[in-house]
T-cell receptor, first 116, second 116 residues
């Protein structure tokens, strides 16, 4: 069974531009969450989507947004890029059934974003 | 708020020796604890999780973890380390009170180095 798939794997953007990252969860998984990983801040939660609705949100500015489609695929968008947005962006998926907090969360290989 | 602490930035161990990577946690509800491993330029790979039940949890690649409620710890162990185990290890917690959401709070990571 295919794992969590993220595209693109690597990208370089200029300050002020915007970027869209894509994530396809494991088949049957309805919860998709996004994390930012940087050397200085470590792994930080961005947001989570379940059945096309944002269920949790981390402490990031409004430039960071996301959405989920009816097939559970998700995209995240960062507008007006800053140098500090350079990071590995990880997508994770889970069955996400309400009350089943023990569901395993699986991660993709990530999208490496460099802002110059 | 939930939190995870990994007190060691790096752990060095000789191949064939047992290894331990430490993790302590703080949650307001029942703890759901996870260990992930990250190889260079890769995403996070799930190793094991504690939900409830036996305090000794067995996972992938010969790893296991011991849950200790009184010490609020969830240390990762392996009886005999391999050079190929060298990687970055993350402990994470999901608090039950998040209402079914899949937000993980991660520790800062521990770099494991296994030498011949």
């Amino acid at each position: 069974k295919a794992g969590v798939t993220q595209t693109p794997r690597y990208l370089i953007k200029t300050r002020g531009q915007q970027v869209t990252l894509s994530c396809s969860p494991i088949s049957g998984h309805r919860s998709v969450s996004w994390y930012q990983q940087t050397p200085g801040q470590g792994l930080q939660f961005l947001f989570e989507y379940f059945s096309e609705t944002q269920r949790n949100k981390g402490n990031f500015p409004g430039r960071f947004s996301g959405r989920q489609f009816s097939n559970s695929r998700s995209e995240m968008n960062v507008s007006t890029l800053e140098l500090g947005d350079s990071a590995l962006y990880l997508c994770a998926s889970s069955r996400g059934v309400e009350g089943a907090a023990g569901n395993t969360i699986y991660f993709g290989e990530g999208s490496w974003l460099t802002v110059v | 708020a939930q939190s995870v602490a990994q007190p060691e930035d790096q752990v060095n161990v000789a191949e064939g020796n047992p290894l331990t990577v430490k993790c302590t946690y703080s949650v307001s509800g029942n703890p759901y604890l996870f260990w992930y491993v990250q190889y260079p330029n890769r995403g996070l790979q799930f190793l094991l999780k504690y939900i409830t039940g036996d305090n000794l949890v067995k996972g992938s690649y010969g790893f296991e973890a011991e849950f200790n409620k009184s010490q609020t710890s969830f240390h990762l162990k392996k009886p005999s380390a391999l050079v190929s185990d060298s990687a970055l290890y993350f402990c994470a917690v999901r608090d039950e009170v998040t209402g079914g959401g899949n937000k993980l709070t991660f520790g800062t990571g521990t770099q494991l180095k296994v030498e011949l």
